[in-house]
């Protein structure tokens, strides 16, 4: 199994930027994607963003135009830029990952311990 740890996470002011790092070690497929989802309070985890090694990438809606996923493949490491963050943003971030296949939204089966992020109005 994949294991991730993520970083990067902190308490920021509406309209500033973070980039969140995920690290990720032990038995990683050859191909496999990688993923940031988040959980705000009271609510379920959603995916934010993926990509696969050949950098496809995905963006849920609501995050389209203010956040890139990137990835370092030599480095094993996944990277989640957010820009002009909003209070709505407050949320655990997790790093996840899955053998590619068919779908880079659903299936994770590896995730991290999440990383806060907290953005103030």
């Known amino acids: 199994q994949v294991q991730l740890v993520e970083s990067g996470g902190g308490l920021v002011q509406a309209g500033d930027s973070l980039t969140l790092s995920c690290a990720a070690s032990?038995?990683?497929?050859?191909?496999?994607?990688m993923a940031w989802f988040r959980q705000a309070p009271g609510k379920e985890r959603v995916i934010v963003a993926a990509i696969s090694r050949g950098s496809r990438t995905y963006y849920v809606d609501s995050v389209k135009g203010r956040v890139t996923i990137s990835r370092d493949n030599a480095k094993n490491m996944a990277f989640l830029q957010m820009n002009s963050l909003k209070p709505e943003d407050t949320a655990v971030y997790y790093c996840?990952?899955?053998?590619?296949?068919?779908?880079?939204?659903?299936?994770?089966?590896?995730w991290g311990q999440g990383t806060q992020v907290t953005v103030s109005s």
């Open positions: 032990g038995r990683t497929p050859d191909t496999y994607y």
């Open positions: 996840a990952a899955k053998p590619q296949g068919f779908s880079m939204v659903t299936g994770y089966d590896s």
